[in-house]
């Protein structure tokens, strides 16, 4: 059993930028992909970005590309979302979730995840 717990969310600013960490409970973390997902009010829960487990690649939503940056740390069994340049449009509670899959398609998908951590919210005023 793998528990996630979310934190660094809060307001800020358009422009402004935010660093989330997601720790995980177990032994078994650097054997899951990690990714983050969001969801706004009113819409469904959108990819954000992942990590694999077994070949380390990163994959990006188009809308995030060039201003997120996840990363893992396996030693503290933790993964993060370093977010700049923020928009009022990445305004939503951030998941991070914990899949046993590695494929590049699969890892973009929430249904490939096992496991959720309860969110944290994040919002960019203008």
Not at 56 to 71: E, H, M, N, P
Request: aromatic residues 12%; contains cysteine; positive net charge.
């Amino acid at each position: 059993q793998v528990q996630l717990v979310e934190s660094g969310g809060g307001l800020v600013q358009a422009g402004g930028s935010l660093r989330l960490s997601c720790v995980a409970s177990g032994r078994t973390f650097s054997r899951y992909s990690m990714g983050w997902f969001r969801q706004a009010p009113g819409k469904e829960r959108e990819f954000v970005a992942t990590i694999s487990w077994s070949t380390g690649s990163i994959s990006y939503a188009d809308s995030v590309l060039g201003r997120f940056t996840i990363s893992r740390d396996n030693a503290k069994n933790t993964v993060y979302l370093q977010m700049n340049s923020l928009k009022p449009g990445d305004t939503a509670v951030y998941y991070c979730g914990a899949s046993p899959g590695s494929s590049w398609y699969s890892i973009r998908s929430s249904s490939s995840y096992e496991h959720w951590g309860q969110g944290t919210q994040v919002t960019v005023s203008s």
